[in-house]
């Protein structure tokens, strides 16, 4: 089955620097990349998704790039704000797989 | 708020015991999807119902059983309770029949901690 790995675990940042989340897949066949973000206390939220057929997309501070040759993705927060602290999860599925398997998550700080 | 409702908020109750988790998913949807989140384990899917119908399993024990009713709510059961089931049971849900593809909408969760 599909195995995701997402680095690092945990992430300290300066409010205003940026913050790379990486996650590797195995299963070739995954072509739907979406992240989500759990603040203390609640459920994890969509932020952003990407599908194989994109290499990029924006929304505002933040990105995600797909590379599919080397099975790896990555959430990218620019100017990040001390409201950006949370837990990220990435997640990868394919139609065959049927369900979406998550990374461990990456606690991330932003320091004011 | 994500439109999805879990019930109860916490959980507290011993070894061996049983429980039922509700989850109401979000209005139209028709997919319900089960996961526990242990501290260790990120977040491990356990189950997915569409439409009343199982649709994918993950990695549920066999003491794990949920259901999915004619009004789309769910319940998961979890029967002879050991410690480690204590963890965080995240409830979502989708519009379709999703296989991974579609967005997920998590409700708040319920805290079970098994004495």
């Known amino acids: 089955g599909e195995n995701v790995e997402q680095h690092p675990s945990t992430l300290s940042v300066q409010e205003g620097d940026s913050a790379v989340i990486k996650c590797t897949y195995s299963?070739?066949?995954?072509?739907?990349f979406p992240w989500y973000k759990q603040e203390l206390g609640k459920g994890p939220q969509l932020i952003i998704d990407i599908r194989s057929n994109v290499g990029e997309k924006k929304d505002q501070r933040i990105a995600v790039t797909l590379n599919k040759t080397a099975k790896h993705f990555s959430l990218h927060i620019t100017e990040t704000q001390p409201e950006d602290s949370a837990v990220y999860f990435c997640a990868a599925s394919s139609a065959n797989a049927g369900k979406s398997t998550f990374g461990d998550g990456t606690t991330l700080t932003v320091k004011p | 708020d994500s439109g999805v409702t879990q019930t109860p908020k916490h959980l507290i109750t011993a070894t061996g015991q049983r429980v039922t988790l509700r989850c109401s998913p979000r209005?139209?949807?028709?997919?319900v999807y089960w996961y526990q989140q242990s501290l260790d384990q990120g977040l491990q899917f356990l189950i997915q119902y569409y439409n009343g119908e199982e649709r994918a399993k993950g990695n549920i024990l066999e003491r794990f059983s949920a259901q999915q009713f004619p009004d789309l709510h769910s319940e998961l059961n979890l029967s002879s309770l050991e410690l480690g089931d204590s963890a965080l049971y995240f409830c979502?849900?989708?519009?379709?029949?999703?296989?991974?593809?579609?967005?997920?909408?998590f409700g708040p969760g319920t805290r079970l901690l098994v004495l």
């Open positions: 979502a849900s989708s519009p379709h029949a999703g296989a991974g593809q579609e967005t997920q909408y």
């Open positions: 299963d070739s066949a995954s072509n739907y």
């Open positions: 209005s139209g949807d028709l997919s």
